[in-house]
C-alpha cells in the first residue's frame, strides 16, 4: 500500500499538475476534432553537396513513399541565411501507424534500393549527414492539420519554440494559444500558421513548438510590428494566469527547399 501511495504521490505532486494532466488528457483527444502528430526532423549535414545529395533523395524517393502513406504536404527547409547546410523536415501524421511504418515502408521500397543508394548505402567514414534529431508533437485544437499559407517563390518561414520551466505553465501557455484568444491575434495580424504542435517527445521538454509562413521577409517584420502592438495580445499578455509560462525561446528563419511541398 506504501508503495503504491508514493507512486501516485510522485505522479501527481499536487493540485497544478491534476489540472494539468487533466488538460493534456482533453488535448489528446481532441476538442476540434482529429488532430495530426507531427515529426520535425532535423538533419545534420556538413556541406552543401552532402545537402544537395539528400535532398534528391527526399525528392525521387522518400517524399513519393510517405505521401503513399498518407504524410503530406512534406515539409523540406534549409535556413535562410544557409550558414549551416543542415535540413528542417516535417512530417505530417494522420495516425500513430504511419509513425510507426514510416522507415519500413522506405526501406522495403524497390526505388530506395537502386536511385536511393548514394544515401541508403553510402560508405562509413563519409555519410550524407551525421544525425537526426526528431521531435513528436500533437496539433492544437486551433490548428488540428498542416497549413500551407503560402506558395510566393520568396516565402519565408519562422520557427519557434516556447520551452516552459514545468508542466504547469507549459498548459497553460498551450491554452493561451487555444482558447485564450493568442491565436485569433496571430491570424488577424498576419502572422500564418504552418503548425502549432505540443511537444510529446523530443529535448528541451515541456515545449510547444510552432511555424509561421510569410510571402517575405518584409511581411514578416510588417506582420510582428502589428501583433506585438496589438491591443488584445497587450491585454493578454499581462493577463496574472499566463505570467511566466515561457522560460525559454527558441527563433529560427527558414526558407523552402527546391524539393519542399510547403
Request: aromatic share 10%; net charge negative.
Amino acid at each position: 500500500m506504501q508503495r503504491r501511495e508514493f507512486l501516485a504521490s510522485s505522479m501527481i505532486g499536487g493540485v497544478g499538475a491534476i489540472m494539468a494532466m487533466s488538460e493534456l488528457s482533453q488535448a489528446v483527444e481532441g476538442a476540434g476534432g482529429p488532430k495530426q502528430l507531427l515529426e520535425l526532423r532535423r538533419y545534420q549535414i556538413a556541406s552543401p553537396e552532402k545537402r544537395d545529395r539528400l535532398e534528391k533523395f527526399f525528392a525521387e524517393v522518400a517524399i513519393p513513399v510517405w505521401n503513399s502513406l498518407g504524410i503530406q504536404p512534406v515539409g523540406v527547409f534549409r535556413y535562410l541565411g544557409e550558414e549551416d547546410p543542415s535540413l528542417f523536415v516535417l512530417l505530417p501524421h494522420n495516425s500513430a501507424e504511419t509513425v510507426i511504418r514510416e522507415m519500413a515502408a522506405l526501406l522495403a521500397d524497390p526505388k530506395a534500393q537502386s536511385v536511393g543508394k548514394d544515401v541508403l548505402y553510402d560508405p562509413f567514414d563519409d555519410p550524407t549527414y551525421q544525425r537526426v534529431e526528431s521531435s513528436l508533437l500533437l496539433a492544437f485544437d486551433g490548428v488540428p492539420k498542416v497549413q500551407v499559407p503560402t506558395t510566393a517563390e520568396s516565402r519565408v518561414f519562422q520557427l519557434r519554440i516556447y520551452e516552459s520551466h514545468n508542466l504547469t505553465k507549459h498548459v497553460k501557455k498551450v491554452e493561451m494559444f487555444n482558447t485564450g484568444g493568442e491565436l485569433e491575434i496571430f491570424y488577424r495580424c498576419k502572422m500564418n500558421p504552418v503548425f502549432f504542435g505540443q511537444a510529446l517527445i523530443g529535448s528541451r521538454l515541456p515545449n510547444l513548438t510552432y511555424m509561421l509562413g510569410f510571402d517575405n521577409e518584409a511581411a514578416q517584420k510588417e506582420a510582428w510590428a502589428a501583433f506585438l502592438k496589438d491591443p488584445q495580445w497587450l491585454e493578454l499578455r499581462d493577463k496574472p494566469e499566463y505570467a511566466q509560462t515561457v522560460s525559454n525561446i527558441t527563433n529560427i528563419v527558414l526558407r523552402p527547399s527546391p524539393v519542399s511541398q510547403i
